[in-house]
C-alpha cells in the first residue's frame, strides 16, 4: 500500500512537470479508489439520481484533467480534488433535477459520525458547507477531506500541514456547526 502512495505521488510530480505519460500511468493506480468514492457519493444520493459511479468517475477525470494550476501535493490531496469534483458534479445534476421537478425532494442522509440524523437534501448540504467556508475555510477543508474523502485524522492533518490535534479539534467543531445549521435549516421554510 505505501509503495501505491508513493507511486500515486511520484506520477502526480511527473504529471505537473507536464509528463502526459504519467497520467496514462497514474489512472490504472487511482480507478479503483475513484471508483470506491464515487460509489459513496452515490449510495448518500436519492433513488432518482441516474449518474452511474463510471459516469461519475469520468466526467471528475475530465475536470481532473484540466487541472493546470493545481500543485500536486500527494495522494490524499489528489483524492481532496477528486472529491471536490466529485461534489461539484453532483450538485449540477441535483440542481438540473430539483429545477425539473420543481420542488426541494432530493434527499440524502449525512452518516451519523457528522450529523446523527438529521435527513437533508444533497443542495442543503452543499448551501452549509458553503456558508460554513465563509466563516472557517479551514473547517470545510476538513470536512471535505473527512467525510468526503474519508481520509483518516492523520490523512487530513498531512493533506493541510496541520497537527493531528488541531484536525480533531477543528473536525468536532465543524461537525457541531453543521449539526446547528441542517437542524435550524430544516426548521425553517426553504425560502426564508
Known sequence: MQRDHADITALLADWQQGNQNAVDRLI???EDELR?????????????????ATELVNEAYLRLVDQERTTWKNRAHFFGIAAQMMRRILMDHARARQAAKRGP??????NEQLVGRVDLDLIALDEALNELAALDERQSRIVALRYFVGLSIEE??????????????????AKAWLLR????RKTQPLDS
Open 36 to 52: 470506491k468514492l464515487a460509489r459513496q457519493y452515490l449510495a448518500r444520493e436519492s433513488a432518482g439520481n441516474h449518474l452511474q
Open 156 to 173: 487530513t492533518a498531512e493533506v493541510l500541514t496541520l497537527s493531528t490535534s488541531t484536525v480533531k479539534r477543528e473536525w468536532r467543531m
Open 28 to 30: 490504472p493506480l487511482v
Open 181 to 184: 445549521y441542517l437542524k435550524k
Open 105 to 110: 425532494d432530493i434527499k440524502v442522509s449525512l
